[in-house]
């Protein structure tokens, strides 16, 4: 069983940045792509970044590209969201994803576990 557990969210003003991190475990972590997925008030869940198992290919969403760097630590297990030049609509929960596969994809039904999300409000 795969346990996924963020931490780092919280309040911030715009154009702060804040560094997500989720720490994984119950099964290999560097076989497995990981993803950053996120969820505003009165929206669907979105894909936000990914990156595949050894850590040499990541993808965004465009609304975050420049502004968000997704890394890996495969000897500790974790990955990481650094978030740059924060906005107002970057406001949402932010989930860490374990994909069933070693490349990372955009589609939420790739991954089968799922971090419990951490909260991330920026002010204006």
């Known amino acids: 069983q795969v346990q996924l557990v963020e931490s780092g969210g919280g309040l911030v003003q715009a154009g702060d940045s804040l560094r997500l991190s989720c720490a994984a475990s119950?099964?290999?972590?560097?076989?497995?792509?990981m993803g950053w997925f996120r969820q505003a008030p009165g929206k669907e869940r979105e894909f936000v970044a990914g990156?595949?198992?050894?850590?040499?290919?990541?993808s965004y969403a465009d609304s975050v590209k420049g502004r968000f760097t997704i890394s890996r630590d495969n000897a500790k297990d974790t990955v990481y969201l650094q978030m740059n030049t924060l906005k107002p609509e970057d406001t949402a929960v932010y989930y860490c994803?374990?994909?069933?596969?070693?490349?990372?994809?955009?589609?939420?039904?790739?991954?089968?576990?799922w971090g419990q999300g951490t909260q991330v409000t920026v002010s204006s």
């Open positions: 994803a374990a994909s069933r596969y070693m490349w990372a994809t955009m589609t939420s039904w790739d991954y089968d576990a």
């Open positions: 119950g099964r290999t972590f560097s076989v497995h792509a």
């Open positions: 990156i595949d198992g050894s850590g040499g290919s990541t």
